[in-house]
């Protein structure tokens, strides 16, 4: 998978979490040491905040690491400062809080993505978007549509991400403004055909009649090969939430274990959409 700057920062955070647990310190240890907050230490350690070469090299002194170790940490540190403006011109319309998700999301190895009522950004027709962010009175619709492009970039790469979707059946009958035979269409059409181009990205469909016992909010897991932290990320309408605490990974990794055997397989999926796309078809004609 190719390093992103928010991944190589985040793994850079794990290293400095893990070297001053095995120091025997604490956040405000460091803190104090820097003469900084102990809460901008807990965002050097999820990779939130960039750490500059002298704080780093404080703290390594501090820690006692080894040659190996140090070197290690400073090359992340080096290799993740920078690249001002990223997100200058039409990628400004991303929101601050999911920036870190976007910037992950091809230097993930796995990617898990449950939706209960709409469709998600990368799987998302031109149509879909266009009358999505026309019902949200969206001022630049134009920038919002080339980040939901840019994002759907992550299936063209040489090595891409084992992305698997569960989405519940709500999510092709709810089309954004009311009901819409021709962007449901448009957007089943389009399913239909990024299963046939892009094998490792998956959909699965969660039929209404399959036995759970709830189904929860939508999440999206994310795993690393790269030494960043696991994590999952769950969206809500103020913004979203990365958890990587083992306890909520793995109460998620469950729900989704769950979501996935309920879910159809991906041939009958096929089959499902394929069904969907004839029956708009026929209400557009009638």
Known sequence: MPSTVTSRRRQLGNEIRRARQTAGMTQQDVAELLGCSQGKIN????????????????????????????????????????????????????????????????????????????????????????????????????????????????????????????????????????PNPSVALDQVEHLLDLQTRYPKAYVHILPFDVRLPYVPNDFTIMRFADGTKDFVFVEHVAGGLYLDDEDDFNLFNDAWDRLRGAALERHDTVARLQELAKGYRNQIEF
């Open 43 to 178: 965002k050097i350690e999820s990779g939130t905040v960039a750490v500059k070469k002298a704080e780093l090299q404080k703290m390594l002194e501090s820690f006692n690491s080894g040659k190996a170790e140090a070197d290690l940490m400073l090359d992340l540190a080096q290799s993740s400062s920078g690249q001002r403006g990223q997100w200058a011109g039409y990628r400004s319309a991303v929101p601050q809080w999911f920036r870190t998700f976007t910037d992950l999301e091809p230097a993930a190895t796995e990617i898990l993505s449950w939706h209960g009522e709409r469709i998600p950004g990368p799987l998302q027709s031109e149509h879909y978007m266009l009358t999505q962010f026309s019902e949200d009175r969206a001022t630049d619709v134009t920038a919002l549509v080339r980040n939901r492009l840019d994002r759907r970039r992550v299936f063209d790469l040489p090595r891409p991400p084992y992305y698997r979707f569960v989405l519940s059946e709500a999510a092709f009958h709810r089309m954004p403004g009311g």
